[in-house]
């Protein structure tokens, strides 16, 4: 799978998370109740100072590496922090390696990460995410851009 190395400026995410693990399946159950709560119970259309309408699915406070808990933030981009009832991250500055890909927005990111774990990338386990454009209407040729976070 191919990716280019890019530096990113910091950017402030606003949304809600869940501490999960990759063991037995479990990340994907939680990651899609979160996913469903962030749309259907309006959480996203509530965030104030969005400066995107772009949803990006944030992977961070890793215990170690991928084998282990870390925590899966639903979210998107704002220019200030002005939403008390929800949770506000950094995604850090740095060097990130962008995948970019286009296809259905579960199983193609699925089969992402798959390929991604096998890599032998340069991991800092810091702040990895998806940006999903939302570009068009059929959710099976959705464009996604995966950055992991690298030395």
Known sequence: MNYEVITLNEKIVVGKSIMTTNENGQSMKDIGVVWQR???DGI?????NKTT???IGLYTDYESDATKPYRFMC???VSKSDNSDLETRTIGS???AKFTIKGDMVESVSKAWQEIWTMNLDRRYTDDFEVYH????DMNN???ELYISIN
Do not use: A
């Not at 996203?44 to 104030?48: A, L, P, R, V, Y």
């Not at 939302?134 to 209407?137: E, F, Q, R, V």
């Open 38 to 40: 962030f749309i259907n």
């Open 53 to 55: 309408n772009r949803g």
């Open 94 to 96: 740095g060097k990130y």
């Open 142 to 144: 959705q464009t996604i």
């Open 44 to 48: 996203f259309n509530s965030i104030k």
């Open 134 to 137: 939302n570009d068009s209407k």
């Open 75 to 77: 979210c998107t981009e």
